[in-house]
Every structure is written in C-alpha cells, then in structure tokens.
C-alpha cells in the first residue's frame, strides 16, 4: 500500500514562509507525478502545485512566484516551499499521486496564516 506522510505544516505570520514535505513509500518515487492540493473550510480541494517525473512543475495562479515545488528522488520526497504566505492560503495541504486508476493521498497538514 502506497503512504504519502506530509510535515511542516503550522502557524505563521502573513509574509512568512513553510516548507512543507511529502514523504513516500513503498512506490517507485521516481517514476510519479507528484502533486500538493489544498482544502480551505467550506471550499473544494484545489490543485496547488505538480511537480512530473522528470521535475517540469506547474502551478495553480494564486501562488504563482510564490511557492516552490520540488522533489528528491533520493529521498523519496516533495516538497512545496511557501513564501510570502497571505491569510488566503490558510488550508489543509494534501500531498497526491496516482498510477492508472490508482490514487493516493496523505493524511493532511494544517497551515494557518494569521497575525
């Protein structure tokens, strides 16, 4: 079974920055596409930030120029670093991947922006 552990989450001020990290196993990491979502309270989850296999990235307007995804093959792991964080991206991030019909998500991590 697929597991997809992020960390990093937590509180910190407008401005600021996180970095966020999606530990992977038992896939070959190398080989997926990663993504990060995010859901608000009362709003959809959203597509964030998608990083290929073979690291081309794309990302959703919002956060543009702001964050960052990358991976570490070697470590079986994707990051998404936030900076210049605004009290709209407070959310719970997901990290996701998928394999054919197979889809996988981690349990969430909390990110609150707020003075």
């Known amino acids: 079974q697929v597991q997809l552990v992020e960390s990093g989450g937590g509180l910190v001020q407008p401005g600021g920055s996180l970095r966020l990290s999606c530990a992977a196993s038992?896939?070959?990491?190398?080989?997926?596409?990663m993504g990060w979502y995010r859901q608000a309270p009362g709003k959809q989850r959203e597509l964030v930030a998608v990083?290929?296999?073979?690291?081309?990235?794309n990302y959703v307007d919002s956060v543009k120029g702001r964050f960052t995804i990358a991976r570490d093959n070697a470590k079986n792991t994707v990051y998404l670093q936030m900076s210049s964080l605004k009290p709209e991206d407070t959310a719970v991030y997901f990290c996701?991947?998928?394999?054919?019909?197979?889809?996988?998500w981690g349990q969430g991590t909390q990110v609150t922006v707020s003075s």
């Open positions: 996701n991947t998928k394999w054919g019909v197979n889809e996988y």
């Open positions: 038992r896939i070959s990491f190398s080989m997926y596409v």
């Open positions: 990083i290929t296999s073979d690291g081309m990235t």
